[in-house]
């Protein structure tokens, strides 16, 4: 609450409406967060596929951004947020955000975010979606400010600009909360790396958001990186050429302004395969091929690698799994209950805000969102 006590000594609206939005969300902490993100890619929802129970917030990916506007991806979309919202019958505590951009879809942030009038064009957009869905708020998931990514458009002043639309999304959501008594949450998805901070101005950008999930993954990806490597180590490992960990992303973003309080770890529900990988250390940190099926979602890797001529090895610096197969010379790097479980214990010890994984598809069985139910809250809810 200090931040917010220093505003209040300040007589412009801006900072009391930010320091309003801090008493908002102290007021409000109601237990460690478990956010999912839901990705159905064009598809529709179905009864008994999201454990309403089990999470406390939904990010539903992605809407796209078209001539500066925040619009719906999919005709499915519609009907996949009533069927969201709806849940909230059945875990009254649930909240359902709007997530925008992405991969795929952070081609109009720059754009967007380029001057005063774009902005307000961008949010009047978000804020028609979020009022005609019943929605909770925002997930600003800009990949990434002053980066190329899919590329994109970008601008040296991306880094300037990005900060602008979340302090005025911030200004716009307080007045509507102000009027209509209901909390809208602003949130953000944030790469972990060195050059992301650097692109961003995260110290500012971190007063004017409810969350920061941050991204501690793909640390590793096949094709782009020609070594096999723990795609989410909690910890640095002395033997990972990179050294790299979602423990030293963590300090990175707290040492950038970002409170403790307002991180989100993400974990990944899925896994890398590298390929033609030699039989040295169990295949961990050797040279490898990526390819088309390099991405797997943690069901697959479960129904059908592990005891099916894969064995699994635990890297306990890092505190993650792998899993080798020498006769097919594949290399897996993926989550599981037990890595989950020591991630739930550092977001205890480091008071972070919980954790937050993409995706829930990759999951069906529950086995992981069970571990982290069980990690941060001690228990499994009640279907």
């Given amino acids: 609450m200090r931040n917010c006590?220093?505003?209040?000594?300040?007589?412009?609206s801006?900072?009391?409406?930010?320091?309003?939005?801090?008493t908002l969300a102290a007021a409000q902490a109601t237990g460690p967060?478990?956010?999912?993100?839901?990705?159905?890619g064009g598809a529709?929802?179905?009864?008994g596929q999201i454990d309403a129970r089990g999470v406390n917030r939904i990010n539903y990916a992605f809407a796209n951004i078209q001539d500066g506007r925040v619009v719906l991806g999919y005709p499915q979309d519609a009907a996949n947020l009533a069927f969201l919202t709806g849940l909230k019958r059945r875990n009254p505590a649930l909240t359902v955000l709007l997530s925008v951009g992405g991969w795929s879809w952070s081609k109009g942030?720059?754009?967007?975010?380029?001057?005063?009038?774009?902005r307000q064009i961008f949010i009047d957009s978000a804020m028609s979606l979020i009022d005609g869905y019943d929605l909770d708020g925002l997930d600003v998931d800009w990949e990434y400010p002053g980066q190329a990514g899919a590329g994109n458009t970008y601008r040296r002043k991306d880094k300037?600009?990005?900060?602008?639309?979340?302090?005025?999304?911030?200004?716009r959501f307080d007045r509507e909360t102000a009027q209509t008594h209901k909390r809208l949450y602003l949130t953000m998805a944030a790469e972990a790396s060195d050059e992301y901070l650097e692109h961003t101005q995260m110290g500012q950008v971190g007063n004017y958001v409810d969350t920061v999930n941050l991204m501690a993954y793909d640390y590793y990806i096949p094709g782009s990186d020609r070594i096999t490597g723990n795609i989410a180590p909690l910890f640095e490992s002395a033997d990972d050429p990179k050294q790299v960990s979602a423990n030293q992303s963590v300090l990175a973003m707290e040492q950038a302004g970002v409170p403790a309080a307002k991180i989100a770890l993400g974990?990944?529900?899925y896994g890398a395969a590298?390929?033609?990988v030699a039989n040295r250390n169990h295949g961990l940190f050797q040279r490898g091929k990526g390819g088309p099926d390099a991405s797997l979602a943690y069901d697959a890797i479960a129904k059908t690698m592990i005891g099916h001529g894969f064995t699994r090895y635990w890297d306990a610096a890092s505190s993650v799994p792998y899993l080798y197969s020498p006769e097919q010379r594949i290399f897996v790097s993926y989550e599981d209950p037990q890595s989950l479980a020591a991630k739930c214990r550092y977001a205890i010890k480091h008071k972070l805000a919980g954790m937050v994984f993409w995706n829930y598809s990759s999951d069906p069985s529950g086995t992981l969102l069970r571990a982290i139910d069980q990690g941060l809250l001690g228990s499994v809810p009640a279907p």
Wanted: proline fraction near 5%; aromatic fraction near 12%.
């Fill in 5 to 12: 006590r220093n505003l209040f000594k300040t007589l412009s």
């Fill in 14 to 22: 801006a900072a009391i409406l930010l320091a309003v939005s801090c």
């Fill in 33 to 40: 967060l478990i956010a999912a993100y839901v990705y159905p």
């Fill in 44 to 47: 529709a929802l179905v009864p």
């Fill in 109 to 118: 942030f720059s754009d967007a975010a380029l001057t005063e009038e774009n």
């Fill in 160 to 171: 300037q600009d990005f900060t602008l639309l979340m302090m005025e999304l911030r200004r």
């Fill in 267 to 269: 974990v990944p529900f």
């Fill in 274 to 276: 590298w390929r033609d």
